[in-house]
């Protein structure tokens, strides 16, 4: 038989952690869901069956507060303005059936954002990713709440591009790109951008490490020499067929001219 509440797993990469969401999802049915289907300030399996999962296998912070890497159910007590949220270490209940808050690992209050379209089905979402971070979001009815993860990544890449190049040679051309890749993205040494994306163009000229040197040199001030360069990587994705960067090139070229 069909499910009332079908289940939905989301795993979802942020940074360098993976998260996996495990949930069901309620319809509203014609129905009023919160302050009748789902009480006021009682807790909630937060959807249907089973309570939802959340799974993170690093540590991380939510709405700044630290949460240890492992696997929670994701309790919450809605209320008409705010919402708390509840990461329980007790995973394996049915519903809310024997929830006791001394196995709370974090509460956090959240404000609520009344939408102007009902949302038929209880949707929880990643967005607005970015490279360390993203927020879940849970829509049902009228109702919008939503959490800021937050997840650590530089001290982790900045660690790895030591250990790997700063501290010892590498013939490795991937990795020099990589580590000029991410100290241009992050605003850090260009000048050792510079040299690292050289040594992977050296070694291993294809178009899109080419055109990541130019971007670094036009952020140096280096305009001429920028243009050199994202001409050279435009003849290059001109003869690998992708239009794309022979796109990036031309108004990488126009920017500086």
Known sequence: MPQASPSSKVVQQVGLTEIHLDYSRPGKKGRKIFGELVPYGKVWRTGANNPTTLEFDTDIKVNGQNLAAGKYAFYTVPNKNQWTLIFSNKTELWGAMGYDAKDDALRVTVPVNKLKKPVESMTIQFAELTDSGATLQLAWDKSQIGFR?????????????????????????GLYFQAANYYFTNDKDLDTALEWINKSVDADPKYYIVHLKAKIQAALGMKMEAIATAEQSMELAREANNPDYVSLNERLISSLK
Do not use: F
């Open 149 to 173: 993860i937050e997840t650590e990544v530089d001290p982790v890449v900045m660690k790895q591009i030591k250990t790997m190049l700063i501290d010892q040679d590498s013939d490795n051309p």
